[in-house]
């Protein structure tokens, strides 16, 4: 009974936590991230050479929003209320 009741306590200060609001800043931050990539798939290439021969790289980032056509300002509103709890405190820039 006892390890039962300390189980469930344990589980919903976990919980809990997982549930936290962040803050603005950090918010702002990750919020305009995908709003950006919401407007453009971001990539790279790299080339290069050394002793050990060439070497190539390529990145591309697309994400669901993108390929959805959603609004990246609509994107970064429901991301900020959704990590915050409230209204954006900034406006986005892209």
Known sequence: MIR???????????LTACN???SAERAYAQCS???RLAE???????IGGGT???????DLTVTSDFLRGRDP?????TCFRRLTGAGPTRPLIL
């Open 73 to 77: 300002y609509v994107v970064y509103d």
């Open 40 to 46: 453009r798939p971001r990539g790279s290439v790299g």
């Open 4 to 14: 039962m009741l300390a189980v469930s306590v344990l589980l919903s200060l976990v």
């Open 52 to 58: 050990g021969g060439a070497s190539a790289a390529f």
């Open 20 to 22: 936290r609001p962040v």
């Open 33 to 35: 991230e995908q709003a």
